[in-house]
Nanobody, 118 residues
Framework: VQLQASGGGLVQAGGSLALSCAAS????????MGWYRHAPGKQRELVAE???????NYADSVKGRFTMSRDNAKNTVYLQMTSLKSEDTAVYYC?????????????WGPGTQVTVSS
């Protein structure tokens, strides 16, 4: 399984960005997908996740501003980010947790930088 994220960049505060993460392999449909972020001087944190059944969960700091979705036909998840704040600046990582040959597997994408200027 390989994950490839795209869509990061520089945006002004109050603006929007959309991230996408495409997964290879055949375990995407049964996997929980997540977006994490890691800002300088802070611990990595879960931003949002979506289960195989489509249930989403968001960090309190992004509720109402970020929307995560998945397209099983394209093996892709998306993170729509609106009303961006400077504190959203971080490297964003795509994560997949699923079962591979019956064993729990955890995969990470290479990360994409999101910078919000104030």
């Amino acid at each position: 399984v390989q994950l490839q994220a795209s869509g990061g960049g520089l945006v002004q505060a109050g603006g929007s960005l959309a991230l996408s993460c495409a997964a290879s392999g055949n375990i995407f449909r049964t996997a929980t997908m997540g977006w994490y972020r890691h800002a300088p001087g802070k611990q990595r944190e879960l931003v949002a996740e979506v289960t195989s059944g489509g249930t989403t969960n968001y960090a309190d700091s992004v509720k109402g501003r970020f929307t995560m979705s998945r397209d099983n036909a394209k093996n892709t998840v998306y993170l729509q980010m609106t009303s961006l704040k400077s504190e959203d600046t971080a490297v964003y990582y795509c994560n997949l947790i699923g079962l591979r040959f019956g064993i729990r597997a955890n995969y990470w994408g290479p990360g994409t930088q999101v910078t919000v200027s104030s």
